[in-house]
């Protein structure tokens, strides 16, 4: 009986290769969306903020 080592062991390789390339695309992913979750919730937390109230010295003293 031969074995065929050369067959399994590039199969096993390549299935490894495939497996880690997925695995990675699926982490890079994974945090390009949170990034973006977190850049979208930090956008909209600054909208919600009221905006600072404006002096009104400005107005007075060019009333006078």
Request: hydrophobic share 55%; proline share 3%.
């Amino acid at each position: 009986m031969v074995l065929l080592a050369g067959e399994w062991v590039q199969a096993w390789l390549e299935m490894s290769i495939t497996f880690l390339v997925a695995a990675l695309g699926v982490v890079g992913l994974g945090w390009w969306v949170l990034r973006g979750d977190r850049l979208n919730r930090a956008a909209e937390a600054s909208l919600e903020k009221p905006a600072p109230a404006e002096s009104n010295e400005a107005h007075s003293k060019s009333a006078h």
